[in-house]
């Protein structure tokens, strides 16, 4: 894993929080089984190191969509405007995601 890539990682979700107005208490990168992140209420982050070798916009999707269920705790009609508002078609980026997984 390279270094540089998990500090640009970093950087865009600090960034991607600092404009979705969301707290976060910790922020990781590392192995994740089944899954390309975790989050919980009380503001901590994880994200799967496999990430870090896709193109970043597979990161905004994945970093969206964690930080939005800071406040949104479902896929919810609420949800999806806002993932569409900040991505544009992100269902044509979580089909390739999947493809990719
Ligand atoms: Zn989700």
Not at 27 to 39: D, E, F, H, I, Y
Not at 51 to 69: M, R
């Amino acid at each position: 894993m390279s270094f540089a890539a998990k500090l640009a990682f970093k950087e865009r979700v600090r960034s991607w929080a600092q404009k979705l107005d969301v707290h976060v208490v910790w922020l990781g990168v590392r192995p994740m089984r089944s899954k390309w992140a975790s989050c919980s209420t009380n503001g901590h982050l994880n994200f799967s190191v496999d990430l870090l070798s896709l193109d970043p916009t597979f990161w905004d999707y994945v970093i969206v969509h964690e930080l939005l269920h800071f406040s949104i705790p479902n896929h919810g009609r609420l949800w999806k405007a806002l993932m569409r508002a900040h991505l544009g078609d992100w269902e044509e980026i979580e089909k390739k995601l999947k493809q990719n997984a």
